[in-house]
């Protein structure tokens, strides 16, 4: 890299943090550039300065075959942004590239449209017994989370044993993740999240058509079925590659991060409250 790209990818980064709103433009301008670095610098430099307006530029840097240096970066951006469409690129490439920290790149981008932008960074520190220890906290987070949305939403379906179905989903998920079952643990949330939506629509909703409701109620409870759904068929489907009992010979890292990320989601979704 030239010693001027090498500048300009400073200056961007610079930029972003500064935050002037009349750097946009430049920035955007540099997502073209050759230089894999100074776009990577525009990435983050928009998505810290929340330059929503960045949007079309991104996604279509994202759709591109660039680098999976570059497509992570533009899509932490895009997800800082709640471009939750990203997650349909990041997903696909987080299980295509066997690089750890790229990996860990695409979690993070993830858990920024799964929760709080930043929030799902700590599960991906530290040693196996730390992360243990973190994804316990998650747990007892989302069995609070998830009991609260029940309580507050409608009785309006009276034979429904949903409430009952997701009790018993959430104890499973507990003894789950009592013993790193991640299998068992991706299974689960997939099982409480859709439970989840069928109690707020009122009514025992087919999985498709409980997905349509999840994303006409609310973008962010649509991608959590979406995610919780897409990891369960990646690593539980009916494939010719299902070890016995059901699991899908997958990445043991890749799997435990999928977990995390479920537990995640049901920690952290928050019914948007009424207007007044």
């Known amino acids: 890299m030239t010693r001027i790209a090498r500048a300009r990818s ?23 550039d050759p230089s894999e670095e100074l776009q990577e610098a525009c990435c983050q430099a928009l998505g810290r300065m929340g330059a929503r307006e960045a949007l079309p530029p991104l996604l279509g840097l ?27 690129d990041l997903l696909p490439r987080m299980h295509a590239t066997a690089n750890r920290g790229l990996r860990r790149q695409f979690a993070i981008a993830l858990g920024n449209l799964l929760g709080r932008p930043g929030a799902f960074y700590p599960y991906l520190t530290g040693d ?14 989302s069995q609070r989370n998830v009991a609260a ?3 507050a939403a409608s009785e309006s379906f009276e034979s429904s044993n949903t409430r009952e179905a997701v009790s018993a989903a959430m104890t499973d ?37 409980a997905l349509g409701f999840a994303f006409l109620h609310s973008a962010r409870l649509g991608m959590g079925l979406w995610f919780a759904g897409e990891v369960k068929s990646r690593h539980l489907g ?3 590659d299902t070890a016995p009992g059901g699991t899908v010979h997958a990445d043991a890292d890749l799997l435990e991060i999928e977990a995390a990320l479920g537990v995640y989601f049901l920690a952290s979704y928050q019914e948007a409250p009424e207007a007044p």
């Not at 961007?12 to 500064?18: P, S, T, V, Y």
């Not at 196996?128 to 987070?141: D, G, K, M, V």
């Open 128 to 141: 196996r017994a730390s992360r243990a220890a973190t994804l316990s906290r998650l747990l007892a987070e």
């Open 62 to 88: 994202l759709a591109k075959e660039r680098s999976d240096r570059v497509a992570a970066a533009a899509g932490d951006a895009m997800s800082r942004l709640g471009a939750f469409e990203a997650a349909l």
């Open 173 to 209: 998920l507990y003894h789950a993740v009592e013993c790193l079952d991640y299998a068992r643990i991706v299974q689960r949330v997939h099982d409480v999240a859709l439970g989840v939506c069928r109690r707020l629509a009122g009514n025992d909703l087919p999985e498709d058509e």
């Open 238 to 240: 009916d494939r010719s």
């Open 10 to 32: 400073k200056a961007a980064r610079a930029l972003g943090r500064i935050g002037d709103r009349r750097a946009v433009e430049p920035l955007v301008a540099g997502l073209a």
């Open 149 to 151: 949305i029940l309580n």
